[in-house]
């Protein structure tokens, strides 16, 4: 297993596994280029996601991203060329957030310890039944092996005796030469009759079974890695909505924009709500306005942001690269974040993502503004199906 991800090691001690979890939620790196109001946006999705693990009892994930928003704010912030231009009210505000995640995370803490005790118990247990169910099946096919070469054995004492028995038979019958010869004559000998004993059974091979081994008891994994990525769920209605909202600006072609925004339930992402912001469109391009209003809506609904979507009015439905650096900030906050294109004209919808191995990354690095060329190989983008 890699020595990064031993927190998902069930097998080794609580508080190695605790603190390997503990480095992991404090890797955190802050880009000098991105927007501080930024960081300090997604600081605040950062816990309330955090809130919907614990609610959804995911207590390694809860942990991880309080770690990563006390880290990002302690450690790291400070260290933003822009951070004296952040306003006192939004700091003193922060600075409340990181008392309550302190609290939250020192509780977990106490949680998670407890889990892993109870983890490696019940790994030890695991371990201890699948060696005794591997002797099992060693005892059981040295059994088997006995039975199989004492069944050997004695095929080959019936064989020996048959052959001796053959051996007997043909001494007994004279060759016809020796028929006229003169023998003396030998008084006849009385036959000799062995009493019948019903001990003596006959064996029939063919009949003899031998042992079963039970195959279908085989132990359970004992090591289990649950760090997928969860599924984001949206109704077609939702879409079918946002084109008819879009549709005075699709006829004029101008695109039209919105925020993507649910919760999580039962390790699902619900897209349960459609935010529209205030916006300006061209027919390749939307900028929207005053976002502190969808903000207050979140907060007030307690919502994460889950993605984006946005008309192409004339064009197919793929990521342009302005498209490329808006989702960018999105995947990086939320890891399943989507972007969703609608192309009316062709009758196209795509569900896009940046690719995690390489194109997040690239876009990430990439300081170009406006519509400018990316390379096409590899991929910095694919489907989300």
């Known amino acids: 297993m890699d020595k990064k991800q031993l927190w998902k090691n069930l097998g080794i001690e609580p508080k190695e596994r605790f ?54 704010f302690v450690d790291k912030i400070t260290k933003h060329p822009k951070y004296e231009s952040v306003p006192v009210q939004m700091k003193e505000t922060n600075r409340r957030t990181l008392r309550i995640a302190f609290t939250k995370a020192e509780q977990l803490k106490k949680q998670l310890l407890h889990q892993y005790e109870a983890d490696l118990d019940k790994y030890v247990e695991d371990l201890k039944e699948k060696e005794r169910i591997e002797k099992e099946q060693l005892r059981q096919e040295e059994l088997r092996r006995q039975k199989e070469e004492e069944e050997r054995r004695n095929k080959m004492a019936a064989l020996v005796a048959v ?56 132990p359970s994994l004992l090591l289990s890695d649950g760090s997928s990525l969860r599924d984001v769920i949206l109704s077609n209605k939702l879409m079918r909505n946002f084109l008819t909202l879009a549709f005075s600006n699709t006829m004029n072609n101008k695109e039209t924009c919105g925020i993507l925004a649910g919760k999580l339930e039962r390790h699902k992402l619900l897209v349960t ?56 900030a ?41 519509f400018h060329p990316h390379p096409t190989e590899p991929p910095l983008y694919t489907n989300y199906f």
């Open 330 to 370: 999105y995947q990086l906050l939320m890891a399943e974040a989507i972007a969703i294109v609608c192309a009316p004209k062709y009758d196209e919808t795509g569900f896009f993502v940046l690719t995690p191995d390489y194109g997040l990354d690239f876009i990430a690095n990439c300081r170009e503004s406006g």
């Open 163 to 218: 052959k001796a028995a053959k051996a007997a038979l043909s001494a007994n019958v004279l060759p016809e030469e020796t028929k006229s010869k003169s023998f003396p004559v030998v008084p006849p000998v009385k036959p000799v009759i062995s009493p019948s004993n019903d001990n003596d059974k006959m064996y029939n091979f063919k009949d003899m079974k031998t042992p079963i081994v039970d195959r279908s008891t085989k």
């Open 19 to 72: 603190i390997s979890l503990s480095e992991h939620a404090s890797s955190v790196i802050v880009d000098p280029h991105m927007p501080i109001e930024r960081y300090y946006r997604s600081g605040v999705e950062m816990v309330r996601y955090a809130d919907m693990h614990m609610e959804d009892e995911n207590y390694e994930s809860a942990y991880t991203l309080y770690m990563k928003f006390i880290t990002l």
């Open 273 to 328: 709500h459609l935010l529209i912001p205030e916006q300006t469109g061209t027919p390749d391009s939307c900028t929207t306005h005053n976002e502190e209003d969808i903000f207050d809506y979140q907060d007030q609904h307690n919502l994460i942001t889950l993605g984006w979507i946005h008309t192409h009015p004339t064009q197919t439905a793929f990521l342009s690269s302005v498209d490329l650096h808006t989702h960018c």
